[in-house]
């Protein structure tokens, strides 16, 4: 086979043709894509559209995937009030609707449970309410306050701690725990502390339900652009953008990192990975990098 334009017309039944013609040019043979016997896709591969495209070409338009997982997502706090109701002093919460998206851009199915106000009864009584759920996600009351039930509350109803508080910031008091096949999940209450605990901890345990194998989030070399400083001891998650410049990727810190704002967090398209046993980071340092999932 010969491209049509490298070749030229000579009469209406002849034609010239420009280059050399090797066997096997411009021929696609039998079982280029698969061959029979193949295996097309493996077991825990997520289906994306090239994914799909291979599928529909061998002519199957359904294929066994496994159940998406049920999540209970609760808010916890009595300063706390819905998006539409009027404040009346109160914060709006916005942890649970914003979970809730999460969870469904993992691959989950959320409800939303509402909010339980600050006394151990509430907060057991509506933790009660999850049977059923694969995964339950709280957010606040999981720290050393005085209004701080949930962890109390979960081992009141039988769900075996596996860890509480890790050495990160934000998201320091972060309780996991499991009952039976369904896991447990207290994150922080302030807003950014429970988006960045659900990226590191909650997505890949939805991911892993999903039958998904490689569930770490991915990492990515870049470079600093600035500098930064902390006292040893925690690993920071930094929030920032980056930008490609002569071949690398170059990493800024926003503005503010405490763990109320979302603005940065909107802003934000990575986190940087400031580990916990260093102090300090100078402009042009090679950094650690994770891709954020709630980019839009």
């Not at 010239?16 to 280029?32: D, Q, T």
Request: with cysteine; aromatic share 6%.
């Amino acid at each position: 086979v010969v491209m049509r334009e490298r070749t030229r017309p000579l009469a209406p039944d002849s034609v010239e043709v420009l280059e050399a013609v090797a066997p096997g040019n411009f021929i696609r043979p039998r079982g280029e894509d698969a061959r029979e016997g193949d295996v097309l896709l493996g077991r825990g591969t997520p289906l994306g559209i090239p994914e799909l495209g291979l599928l529909w070409a061998q002519g199957m338009t359904s294929v066994p995937v496994p159940r998406r997982p049920r999540v209970a997502v609760l808010s916890t706090g009595d300063e706390l009030c819905r998006a539409d109701e009027p404040p009346d002093g109160r914060i709006v919460d916005t942890n649970a609707p914003a979970l809730a998206l999460a969870v469904r851009r993992a691959g989950g199915l959320p409800t939303l449970l509402g909010i339980a106000r600050d006394t151990r009864e509430a907060v057991q009584e509506a933790l009660a309410r999850t049977d059923g759920f694969d995964v339950v996600l709280t957010s606040a009351g999981v720290s050393v306050g005085d209004h701080d039930f949930v962890k109390d509350a979960l081992g009141a109803l039988g769900v075996e701690q596996h860890f509480w508080r890790v050495a990160i910031k934000p998201g320091k008091p972060l309780v996991v725990g499991q009952r039976g096949p369904t896991l447990f999940f207290g994150l922080p209450g302030n807003p950014t502390s429970s988006l960045v605990t659900f990226e590191l901890f909650v997505r890949p345990a939805l991911r892993r339900l999903l039958g998904i194998q490689d569930v770490e989030p991915h990492r990515v070399s870049g470079r600093l652009d600035g500098r930064l400083s902390k006292p040893p001891g925690l690993a920071h998650f930094v929030r920032v953008t980056v930008s490609w410049r002569a071949g690398e990727l170059w990493a800024k810190p926003l503005g503010t990192q405490t763990s109320g704002v979302l603005r940065s967090a909107s802003a934000a398209t990575h986190l940087l990975h400031f580990p916990r046993e260093i102090s300090s980071l100078t402009d042009g340092s090679h950094v650690e990098l994770l891709p954020l999932s709630w980019v839009a």
